[in-house]
């Protein structure tokens, strides 16, 4: 058995509203005029018959029957094979060894070229400065050839 459980005794304050009375009210009464809609008739449908034509019996040509070319081939797959191993394997501690020694190979190889990727970029960065410079020098040569900067027209041999 569960135990009796009991809660406390509570009573609320009473409390009333103050009585109010409204107004009454009343609207006066409005009548709107009577509206009647003229009666229509509508006119009645004249009665139209079609002329009865005989139209000609027409058969369509009956489809060809058409059967799927017999084969030999056998759909049957064959179940896959579970893996075979090499008995001649050499153990797996001496595997893991050349693998963790190709790894550090690897990364040894990534850190060089990318030592080398950087330089590139370096000298990159310094060839399109010194073009950026010559680009410079032949629009200050040109400002007095004929065709200003835009064609600059020079003898062949000027080099620029």
């Given at each position: 058995?569960?135990?009796?459980?009991e809660?406390?005794?509570?009573?609320?304050?009473?409390?009333?509203?103050?009585?109010?009375?409204?107004?009454k009210f009343?609207?006066?009464?409005?009548?709107?005029?009577?509206?009647?809609?003229?009666?229509?008739?509508?006119?009645?449908?004249?009665?139209?018959d079609?002329?009865?034509?005989d139209v000609?019996?027409?058969?369509?040509?009956?489809?060809p029957?058409?059967?799927?070319?017999?084969?030999?081939?056998?759909?049957d797959f064959?179940?896959?094979k579970?893996?075979?191993?090499?008995?001649?394997l050499?153990?797996?501690?001496?595997?893991?060894?050349?693998?963790r020694e190709?790894?550090?190979?690897?990364?040894e190889a990534?850190?060089?070229?990318k030592?080398l990727?950087?330089?590139?970029?370096?000298l990159?960065?310094?060839?399109?400065?010194?073009k950026?410079?010559?680009k410079?020098?032949?629009d200050e040569?040109?400002?007095?050839?004929?065709?200003?900067?835009?064609l600059?027209?020079?003898?062949?041999?000027?080099?620029?």
């Open positions: 058995e569960a135990p009796k459980f809660a406390p005794k509570f009573e609320a304050p009473k409390f009333e509203a103050p009585k109010f009375e409204a107004p009343e609207a006066p009464k409005v009548e709107a005029p009577k509206f009647e809609a003229p009666k229509f008739e509508a006119p009645s449908i004249p009665k139209f079609a002329p009865k034509v000609p019996k027409f058969e369509a040509p009956s489809i029957k058409f059967e799927a070319p017999k084969t030999d081939y056998n759909f064959p179940t896959p579970a893996p075979v191993v090499d008995e001649n050499e153990s797996q501690e001496v595997r893991d060894e050349k693998a190709a790894k550090i190979v690897f990364k990534d850190a060089t070229a030592d990727e950087a330089k590139a970029k370096e990159r960065d310094i060839a399109n400065s010194k950026q410079d010559a410079a020098a032949k040569a040109c400002k007095t050839r004929w065709g200003g900067k835009i600059c027209l020079r003898p062949f041999g000027t080099g620029y």
